[in-house]
């Protein structure tokens, strides 16, 4: 069982630079999102989908972008890193509905440090 | 809207010692209330959950949390400390008609052999 992979683990930036950070999950959720981890701060989420083609802010949602084309993926965007978004990013799943325990499913984060 | 509180960012335990970790939330409606535990380099890992059933809560690893509502509190304890216990520890709420998860900042556990 795979459950939420996150592509890719580590990346580099030079300011200024966009990339696209991955996440698929195949436990078909229909709740996806995106955190971010910093020292002493906990996660924080920066965007959030409910459903193929549906998305939301989070809490610091500026700089990033998200899109929702199907059920299993939730791709994360960059248009222009700066180096306040070095952090380490988390994806995370949960079930929706009658079926929904509260639990998030994370995935094992990527890295990414902005020069 | 919902918010976590851990106090202390490091804990310091010998081992065999109790563990205890403080988390205190808010929240506007019935919480659920979560524990999560991250190692080293690696994604977090759900320990225990609270979901408005039994109010003392087991998890894995031998870890359980009491809800005390009056308190608005959520406190994580092991009886006796191993080294692989040696992690960080989060918090965490949401709504129950919510879906977005809010978490504490986080407390590191060092055991001491």
């Known amino acids: 069982n795979a459950g939420v992979t996150q592509t890719p683990k580590f990346q580099v930036l030079k300011t200024g630079q966009s990339m696209t950070l991955q996440c698929a999950q195949d436990?078909?959720?229909?709740?996806m999102s995106w955190y971010r981890q910093d020292p002493g701060m906990g996660l924080r989420l920066i965007h959030y989908?409910?459903?193929?083609?549906?998305?939301d802010q989070g809490e610091v949602p500026n700089g990033y972008n998200v899109s929702r084309s199907t059920t299993e993926d939730f791709p994360l965007r960059l248009l222009s890193a700066a180096p306040s978004q070095t952090s380490v990013y988390f994806c995370a799943s949960r079930e929706t509905g009658t079926a929904n325990t509260g639990e998030l499913f994370f995935g094992e984060g990527s890295r990414l440090t902005v020069l | 809207a919902q918010s976590v509180t851990q106090l202390g960012s490091h804990v310091s335990v010998s081992e065999g010692a109790l563990v205890l970790l403080r988390c205190n939330y808010s929240?506007?409606?019935?919480?659920?209330l979560f524990w999560y535990v991250q190692y080293p380099n690696q994604g977090l890992q759900l320990l225990l959950k609270?979901?408005?059933?039994?109010?003392l809560v087991k998890g894995i690893n031998g870890f359980e949390a009491e809800f005390k509502k009056s308190e608005t509190s959520f406190h994580l304890t092991k009886p006796s400390a191993h080294m692989s216990d040696a992690a960080e520890y989060f918090c965490?709420?949401?709504?129950?008609?919510?879906?977005?998860?809010?978490f504490g900042a986080g407390t590191t556990v060092t055991v001491r052999a």
């Open positions: 989908s409910v459903g193929a083609g549906i998305t």
């Open positions: 965490a709420v949401s709504a129950t008609n919510d879906y977005k998860l809010s």
């Open positions: 929240s506007s409606v019935p919480p659920y």
């Open positions: 436990m078909n959720h229909e709740y």
């Open positions: 609270y979901t408005s059933a039994a109010t």
